[in-house]
């Protein structure tokens, strides 16, 4: 049954290892010229889907991304260059549509953020284990007689408690 198992478990990671990446474009949008449609795709790729916002037009079966996908293909067939094609875009949707922005002072926070993140948290951590550990006095002269005592009487009795809970198995 295990060996079963491993095998039927096997077979499915290889099928998925092995099977080209799905992408969402449909057959009525591939253009019939291959060195366009392969200029189409290079160009979807670096595309957000503004519904799905992580992934390229290409891979989104979003209606959007769709509309998207049919006119980077429709610029295409017009004669617009590959960046044309991306700044008709960007000039329509901005720079968000890009899935990597131009590093620019209207994106300088987009890029800096992380690392300015990361460094305010590394700043934190060395100052909360850096800081001395400063050992004061909390108790009062009588608080700490008092203490003592208890903890006298505390350790006085506790060989009676011994026995008791001794007692207590037998």
Do not use: H
């Not at 092995?18 to 949008?29: C, G, K, M, R, T």
């Not at 505390?154 to 809970?165: G, H, I, M, T, Y």
């Amino acid at each position: 049954m295990i060996r079963l198992a491993l095998i039927l478990l096997l077979s499915l990671a290889s099928a998925l290892v092995s099977a080209p990446a799905a992408l969402a474009v449909q057959p009525d949008e591939v253009l019939a010229d291959p060195a366009l449609e392969a200029r189409a795709r290079e160009i979807s790729e670096g595309l957000r889907c503004l519904v799905c916002q992580n992934q390229s037009i290409d891979d989104s079966a979003a209606p959007l991304a769709r509309d998207l996908r049919l006119l980077v293909r429709a610029r295409l067939t017009a004669g617009d260059s590959d960046d044309g094609v991306r700044s008709y875009l960007v000039a329509r949707y901005g720079d968000f549509i890009l899935l990597k922005p131009p590093f620019e002072w209207q994106t300088l926070l987009l890029w800096l953020t992380p690392a300015i993140v990361l460094l305010a948290g590394a700043l934190v951590a060395v100052a909360l284990f850096r800081r001395p550990i400063i050992a004061t006095n909390l108790l009062s002269e009588g608080e700490e007689d008092v203490l003592s005592k208890i903890l006298a009487e505390d350790d006085a009795a506790l060989p009676r408690r011994r026995r008791v809970v001794a007692s207590d198995l037998d």
